[in-house]
């Protein structure tokens, strides 16, 4: 497995704002993932985010709502964009790493709320 | 539209009791599967994956029937630190990374 870190653990935000949220794995891995889970809900899958290239957004998300960078193996960042009070959630990033090929691994989450 | 369907629960059971979770899935192309364990305020964390030919992990015994598309998670001899929601997880397809999340089972363990 790999160690996954997220900054910032928590924030509460005004409406209208951004936030980036930042992920950091302590070995290279090369997939890595950012998910949403909203109150009551389970992980939806914002998007992948490849290093080198745009991120690959799953359905009902873009890049103008949440730009994601990837500048290299270690690291990436999810910015929440004009945020409002449904923006509401946790944010986690996943990495592939050891394990069956497909196995996921999750940071511990950015808990956001937007006032 | 590709789904995973739980019971949510809560299940509330003494220490010692079995317990079962089941699960159904959408995707016919999937071909991994997983329970993940979300303890509350926690990011999930993988509990196991699940074979076809039905795993074991101590305590924890899981069963994939891939013609009903059906997942289940056995818990025996049930421990309080069991207490935790139980994801089920399968992905999209041969050589996918896409995971879809079941909601969970919620799971409390009562002394």
């Known amino acids: 497995s790999a160690v996954i870190s997220q900054k910032p653990s928590r924030d509460i935000c005004q409406r209208g704002t951004s936030l980036t949220i930042q992920c950091q794995v302590d070995?290279?891995?090369?997939?890595m993932f950012w998910y949403r889970q909203q109150p009551g809900q389970s992980l939806t899958l914002i998007a992948t985010a490849n290093q080198g290239s745009e991120a690959t957004y799953e359905s009902g998300f873009v890049i103008d709502k949440f730009p994601i960078s990837r500048p290299n193996l270690t690291f990436s960042t999810l910015t929440v964009s004009n945020m409002s009070p449904e923006d509401s959630s946790i944010y986690l990033c996943?990495?592939?790493?050891?394990?069956?090929?497909?196995?996921?691994?999750f940071g511990p989450g950015t808990r956001l709320t937007v006032l | 539209r590709k789904e995973v369907e739980q019971d949510p629960g809560p299940f509330n059971v003494p220490e010692g009791a079995t317990v079962a979770f089941n699960c159904t899935y959408s995707n016919s192309a999937s071909q991994s599967f997983f329970w993940y364990r979300q303890d509350c305020r926690k990011e999930p964390k993988l509990l196991m994956s699940?074979?076809?030919s039905g795993n074991e992990d101590g305590r924890f015994t899981a069963q994939l029937n891939r013609a009903s598309q059906y997942i289940s998670l056995l818990i025996r001899d049930s421990k309080l630190s069991d207490s935790a929601t139980y994801l089920c997880v399968v992905n999209g397809g041969a050589g996918s990374y896409q995971l879809t999340f079941g909601k969970g089972t919620k799971l409390s363990v009562i002394p």
């Open positions: 996943s990495v592939v790493a050891g394990g069956p090929v497909d196995t996921q691994y």
């Open positions: 699940v074979y076809s």
């Open positions: 070995s290279q891995v090369t997939m």
